[in-house]
């Protein structure tokens, strides 16, 4: 099963607010030649992790049907996060900033890699204790295991730190 989260907190120029621009990108992925969209979640709202005063996310998860690699999905998702008007600057504390988009690979048919350097690191890291990648994920793979430590989902949404915030939209 290939799994990606997608999130953003803030509005898209192009596209609008954060649901809409998250919304437009799966379409995009649905619509590239290499992908297609099998089931997407709920959108769900989450405070942001760490805590901090920047707007809260929208989070969801779809899961893909692809003849691209782990890595050629990324590139892709990386093309799709430009579009719709996302700027990678490596290094420059990208790490738990606010964004327009970020599609994240979460898991790519249970494969395991630590490389990270060309390469997706597999499953993402952290994503077993974020409330906003489970609880989407559920409404998609509820039956998912991790291909690290295999633990269920269920298992995982119970061991989630309770200060985590996340809540479903609703009409989503």
Same mark, same amino acid.
């Given at each position: 099963?290939?799994?990606?989260?997608?999130?953003?907190?803030?509005?898209? $120029?192009?596209?609008? +607010?954060?649901?809409?621009?998250?919304?437009?990108?799966?379409?995009?992925?649905?619509?590239?030649?290499?992908?297609?969209?099998?089931?997407? +979640? &709920? %959108?769900?709202?989450?405070?942001?992790?760490?805590? +901090?005063?920047?707007? %809260?996310?929208?989070?969801?998860?779809?899961?893909?049907?692809?003849?691209?690699?782990?890595?050629?999905?990324?590139?892709?998702?990386?093309?799709?996060?430009?579009?719709?008007?996302?700027?990678? &600057? $490596?290094?420059?504390?990208?790490?738990?900033?606010?964004?327009?988009?970020?599609?994240?690979?979460?898991?790519?048919?249970?494969?395991?890699?630590?490389?990270?350097?060309?390469?997706?690191?597999?499953?993402?890291?952290?994503?077993?204790? &974020?409330?906003?990648?489970?609880?989407?994920?559920?409404?998609?793979?509820?039956? %998912?295991?991790?291909?690290?430590?295999?633990?269920?989902?269920?298992?995982?949404?119970?061991?989630?730190?309770?200060?985590?915030?996340?809540?479903?939209?609703?009409?989503?």
């Amino acid at each position: 099963m290939i799994l990606i989260g997608i999130g953003a907190n803030l509005p898209s $120029e192009r596209f609008g +607010s954060a649901i809409e621009t998250c919304s437009h990108a799966l379409g995009l992925i649905n619509a590239h030649p290499n992908t297609k969209v099998l089931d997407n +979640s &709920r %959108w769900f709202e989450s405070a942001p992790v760490p805590p +901090s005063d920047q707007p %809260w996310f929208i989070n969801g998860v779809a899961s893909l049907k692809t003849d691209l690699s782990a890595t050629g999905l990324l590139d892709v998702l990386h093309e799709i996060e430009s579009q719709c008007g996302r700027e990678r &600057r $490596e290094g420059v504390g990208e790490k738990n900033a606010p964004r327009v988009l970020d599609l994240d690979l979460l898991d790519f048919n249970g494969e395991l890699s630590i490389n990270g350097q060309k390469k997706p690191i597999l499953p993402h890291p952290r994503m077993d204790t &974020r409330a906003f990648v489970l609880l989407p994920m559920a409404d998609v793979a509820p039956d %998912w295991r991790h291909p690290r430590t295999k633990q269920t989902l269920d298992e995982l949404i119970k061991a989630l730190n309770p200060d985590q915030v996340a809540r479903a939209v609703e009409g989503t």
